[in-house]
């Protein structure tokens, strides 16, 4: 079967530094997503990881490793805001794309 | 420019009524997806669209069906609900642009629940 892990939730202090891992079994791999999601709204995008390797826009990064079926995401200089659910997300083919469970992330002043 | 407008935003149903959620985008984007999502769950797949009059089944496609008959509107039915339908629907859109193509753009979501 098809499968990503992530942690359910993970907690961290305001301006700290915080990393969600996710690892993955899927029968392709075109690349590794991540998003973010408010309670109550939509998923929105945050990075896409396709080489290994670290990319980054502004506080956030995303890294992966496939020869580990691994990526992370780290946020930096974490603010009040960045409280949200995070998925990492895998494309096993062109069409279609497979959920982590979702990390939640809770932010502490 | 809406970008993917979902309709209803809420519905209550009672068991065994039918009821079809509309998909509409303005982003001229190939590919079109329904996903639900449940409590302390990612998104599953339920089913997706490659292109205008073409569908395929996703991860749980049993209770749905779809129709896409003009590209930019992707319709998911239920033709009897049942209380494991109560879900929140998401509907999102993905350009066809090659193979390294990470983004999908998601409605608000459709709150559906079943009595």
């Known amino acids: 079967g098809q499968s990503l892990e992530q942690p359910s939730e993970v907690t961290a202090v305001e301006g700290a530094i915080v990393q969600i891992n996710c690892t993955y079994q899927t029968s392709g791999f075109y690349g590794l997503s991540w998003y973010q999601q408010h309670d109550g709204g939509a998923p929105t995008f945050l990075s896409y990881?396709?080489l290994d390797g670290l990319e980054e826009t502004g506080r956030f990064s995303s890294f992966l490793s496939r020869s580990d079926s691994y990526g992370y995401l780290l946020l930096q200089e974490l603010q009040m805001k960045d409280s949200a659910s995070y998925f990492c997300?895998?494309?096993?083919?062109?069409?279609?794309?497979?959920w982590g469970a979702g990390t939640k992330l809770i932010i502490k002043p | 420019n809406a970008g993917v407008t979902q309709t209803p935003k809420f519905r209550v149903l009672k068991t065994g009524q039918s009821m079809t959620l509309l998909c509409a985008q303005d982003m001229n984007h190939e590919y079109m997806y329904w996903y639900r999502q449940d409590p302390g769950m990612g998104l599953r797949l339920i089913h997706y669209?490659?292109?205008?009059?073409?569908?395929a089944k996703g991860e749980v496609p049993d209770g749905y069906n779809v129709s896409r008959l003009k590209k930019q509107n992707f319709l998911l039915g239920l033709e009897s609900a049942a209380p494991s339908q109560t879900s929140v629907y998401f509907c999102?859109?993905?350009?066809?642009?090659?193979?390294?193509?990470?983004?999908?753009?998601f409605g608000e979501g459709s709150r559906l629940t079943v009595l």
């Open positions: 999102a859109t993905r350009t066809s642009g090659g193979v390294n193509t990470g983004e999908l753009f």
């Open positions: 990881n396709a």
């Open positions: 997300a895998v494309k096993p083919s062109n069409y279609q794309l497979i």
């Open positions: 669209s490659v292109g205008e009059g073409t569908t």
